[in-house]
């Protein structure tokens, strides 16, 4: 294969700009994500999840370890996940989620919404979409 | 921002991007599928727990259904393992030498993840 010349420019030159930051903002909410996601089934085994789980319960508990979630389940006590503690892991979860995927849903909407104008809109509607499903999914979680 | 496609819905099925560009669609589709389910999810959390509405509570029960539980799972699973591969490659930017044995990597650990959970969800789903 021939070798081309890289045509990006130096990292230096590059600077930094809000949809480089974003984007690095995607990788680096996943990651995190991960983390959540693997510490909120840890929480869940530890707080009492360990016996007769189905896929459901762990999705339930993996995606969000909140006590409405463990009302349809098999166990018995839901008061270890009424702590500020697991609420407030709950909410980290919810925050990072929400921005990552309407951030994702803009990248989408920008292959198909070319114009300048549109795209603009477009960014206007997904603020407020963060802001409500955030404030919406924080107050669902904070007093369920 | 003056850009313009000249490709079709036809034209475009017809592209043949082989495995880079399935997981590229599959990673879109399973997007966009989480952003729907977690968005209506929250609405539907939120109404019943305030107004204890009829229909939020039966938004919520249709999750229980196996067929939704797989899909939910195929799309949080694939995302998740897709996204680990992107992020891999772009935080080491030499690994993208190795994209193609990425992607074959890639199924070779969501196949059996999705198996297995196939197989849990259709022993112990209710309906």
């Known amino acids: ?144 | 921002m003056a850009l313009k496609r000249q490709v079709g819905l036809k034209q475009g099925l017809r592209y043949k991007g082989g495995g880079p560009m399935l997981v590229w669609v599959l990673h879109r589709i399973s997007g966009i599928g989480i952003a729907l389910f977690v968005g209506l999810h929250i609405l539907a959390s939120l109404t019943s727990q305030l107004y204890g509405w009829e229909i939020a509570k039966s938004i919520n029960i249709l999750y229980e259904s196996s067929v939704f539980q797989m899909v939910v799972f195929f799309c949080a699973l694939f995302h998740a393992i897709n996204g680990l591969r992107i992020t891999i490659l772009d935080l080491w930017p030499k690994l993208i030498e190795h994209q193609r044995e990425a992607i074959w990597v890639e199924w070779a650990v969501f196949i059996p993840l999705f198996s297995l959970a196939v197989v849990v969800i259709v022993t112990t789903a209710g309906g």
């Open chain 1, 1 to 144: 294969m021939e070798k081309t010349k890289a045509k990006s420019l130096p990292l230096s030159k590059r600077g930094l700009n809000f949809e480089m930051l974003m984007w690095i903002f995607t990788r680096l909410s996943a990651l995190a994500m991960y983390a959540l996601i693997l510490f909120a089934i840890l929480g869940a085994l530890v707080m009492g999840a360990r016996y007769q789980m189905n896929m459901a319960d762990i999705m339930r508990w993996g995606f969000m370890p909140n006590s409405p979630h463990v009302v349809n389940t098999d166990v018995p006590d839901i008061a270890p996940w009424m702590t500020p503690f697991w609420k407030l892991t709950a909410i980290a979860l919810l925050l990072v989620a929400v921005a990552h995927g309407i951030h994702g849903l803009v990248v989408v909407a920008d292959d198909y919404i070319v114009s300048h104008r549109g795209r603009q809109i477009v960014r206007v509607i997904s603020i407020l979409l963060v802001l409500l499903f955030f404030l919406t999914g924080a107050y669902v979680i904070w007093t369920a």
